[in-house]
């Protein structure tokens, strides 16, 4: 699986756009980017995942380039409660070691009031 | 999505012990994975748990050590072997959807090894 490099803490204000990148710049043709998080003492939440085109759910958005070597997480109205350190992987889906994930260190972001 | 139960929630145990982690998730899956967490860093993965076969290890883990069960599509063990304070960490259970390659976690089972 490819490696991915973010920055190691970001801060946003409340009610404002969380933007968080992540460089992922030697990731194969198969490979998907997933995002997740992880909120203090809790198991790791899946939030947006993507191949070539930019995704949205109703959690986030996903943003990534057209040469496929970084993307961007957004989360349009940060609150409180998405303070959390968020995980971008890049693995390819669905083949025999599918869920094995390679887990970097992460971006810890921090909504303030 | 998958729902996944993991038993115990955090346990403190004696140096020397052993500690059976339980994860029970509501839908059949293939495979199911074993991660680590220990304090202030990342997840790193532990090992892979098939049904019907042994479960495989990543570097640096070694079956002696977290000898791992896997008897139906739905459940797992977990044993933490021969505990020393270094153990001290968060286990957690996963599985993937079987579409889209998304990952469900369990809340995990904070271990403190005294």
């Known amino acids: 699986d490819a490696k991915t490099t973010q920055p190691t803490s970001m801060d946003c204000a409340e009610g404002r756009a969380a933007n968080l990148p992540c460089n992922h710049s030697t990731i194969s043709g198969n490979e998907y980017v997933y995002w997740y998080r992880q909120i203090h003492s809790q198991g790791p939440q899946y939030i947006i995942h993507?191949?070539?085109n930019n995704e949205t759910n109703e959690m986030a958005s996903l943003i990534i380039t057209e040469d496929r070597k970084s993307s961007t997480l957004i989360l349009p109205h940060a609150t409180l409660r998405d303070t959390a350190v968020y995980y971008c992987i890049v693995r390819v889906a669905g083949n025999t070691n599918a869920g094995k994930s390679t887990f970097g260190d992460g971006t810890t972001l921090t909504v303030k009031p | 999505s998958a729902v996944i139960s993991q038993k115990p929630s955090r346990d403190i145990c004696q140096r020397g012990t052993s500690l059976t982690i339980q994860c029970q998730v509501d839908?059949?899956?293939?495979?199911m994975f074993w991660y680590r967490q220990q304090p202030g860093q990342s997840l790193t993965l532990i090992a892979t748990a098939n049904q019907g076969s042994e479960a495989t290890y990543e570097s640096g883990f070694v079956i002696d050590k977290f000898p791992i069960s896997r008897p139906n599509l739905t459940f797992s063990t977990l044993t933490v072997s021969n505990m020393s304070p270094e153990d001290s960490s968060i286990y957690l259970c996963s599985v993937e959807a079987w579409t889209g390659g998304k990952a469900f976690f369990g809340q995990g089972t904070r271990l403190t090894v005294v």
């Open positions: 839908s059949q899956v293939t495979m």
């Open positions: 993507g191949l070539k």
